[in-house]
């Protein structure tokens, strides 16, 4: 229950759980340190998530069917545990031996022609014909028909809003379906309705938790490209299928390709690409390590004044930071999580910082 109270308190993420984790080495300790850090910070008040909204929500989840799943536990997925901005906990209902097994994501577009569906609804069905689950968004479009295809095989689908919650609406019966044949999974607490800032944290888990993502139709500037530069990022097998350069909706896929994607056509090759991740898959679960190691090592406050010095609103890397103020990684680190903490900072993609607007 401590683990969950750290996560849901305010101003607390992926990586600033990670920091806590490893400096003080329990949610406990670090639920205690925090309003100290806060204030370090620069943070005027101090806010915990209440335990009794926390004992609610343990409650809440079990009577409904459903489990918490943290970083570290061996059910977490394993591939997933390696991104910086892992969830630090996800609710899922269903088959949880469907996240120990390789898995494909499929996702494109929500306005899909219905050729498309169709082909993505069979490629989904023959992926799941050869042991291989499909992960996917439970969108309109594409993502229903590849839910629709693998269901029977095995299909994870991964909800922008709470567990309990139907997004959209007309995809009741299958979102109930998946949740007695299948897996879902979310990372926002039970009851959140899903909202546009909650769709980018989804896709980084369809990204992260699959060995590669195909795109299936998907304008220039969508969430499906969004999820395939996420699982690019992560060191995953990104493939599209192309389509005419006269449909709009084939202009992401076909951009992406022309970026380096892989063009693909069928399960077979798609296989053939991901299997050298089996293995890593197939490996013990990840033991939870901190991505950044945080001691006891403060620095002085010269150092510390000179990071704080060198913060904008414009992203930097913390590498630049280090390079820049002359100060140690650590105090670096340490710097970053007070203003965190205190909601004075953003971390943004590739690890950069920038303060808060």
């Known amino acids: 229950m401590d683990k969950l109270r750290l996560i849901r308190s305010p101003n607390i993420g992926p990586v600033s759980y990670r920091q806590l984790m490893a400096r003080f080495g329990s949610a406990r300790a670090a639920l205690e340190a925090l309003p100290d850090l806060i204030r370090r910070g620069g943070g005027k008040q101090v806010l915990l998530a209440n335990e009794a909204d926390i004992a609610r929500e343990f409650k809440f989840a079990q009577a409904f069917g459903a489990r918490h799943v943290f970083i570290g536990d061996a059910d977490y997925p394993y591939l997933l545990s390696h991104m910086d901005n892992a969830p630090p906990v996800i609710c899922v209902k269903g088959n949880l031996a469907l996240l120990a097994q390789p898995a494909v994501a499929i996702v494109g577009a929500r306005n899909a022609s219905a050729g498309a569906c169709q082909f993505a609804r069979q490629l989904a069905f023959e992926l799941g014909q050869m042991g291989l689950p499909v992960v996917s968004g439970l969108a309109r479009g594409i ?9 029977e095989n095995g299909t994870i689908a991964v909800i922008a ?3 309990d919650v139907v997004y959209p609406p007309e995809n009741r019966a299958l979102q109930e379906a998946i949740a007695e044949r299948g897996l ?5 607490p039970p009851g959140t309705e899903p909202r546009a800032r909650h769709f980018p944290y ?14 299936i139709e998907a304008a220039p500037k ?5 999820t395939a530069r996420l699982a690019a990022e992560a060191g995953r097998e990104v ?8 449909d709009p909706r084939s202009r992401g896929c076909n951009q992406l390709i022309r970026e380096g994607a892989t063009l693909v ?14 293995n890593r898959m197939l490996a013990p679960a990840a033991k939870f390590e901190p991505s950044t190691n945080i001691t006891s090592d403060e620095g002085s406050n010269a150092e510390r004044n000179a990071v704080i010095d060198l913060m904008g609103m414009t992203y930097v890397s913390i590498d630049e930071l280090v390079r820049q103020s ?4 650590t105090t670096v680190q340490m710097v970053l999580l007070e203003f965190e903490l205190a909601g004075k900072l953003e971390r943004g993609a590739g690890g950069k910082v920038r303060l808060a607007a």
């Open 184 to 188: 879902l999974i979310a990372e926002q």
């Open 143 to 151: 993502d229903s028909a590849a839910h629709a295809g693998s269901i």
């Open 202 to 215: 989804r896709n980084r888990i369809i990204a992260g938790a699959s060995a590669g993502t195909v795109v």
């Open 161 to 163: 809003g709470g567990i």
């Open 326 to 329: 002359g100060s140690s990684t």
């Open 239 to 246: 493939m599209a299928i192309p389509g005419s350069p006269l």
């Open 222 to 226: 969508s969430g499906s490209l969004i």
């Open 265 to 278: 056509q069928n399960a077979a090759e798609i296989v053939e690409l991901i299997s050298p991740l089996d």
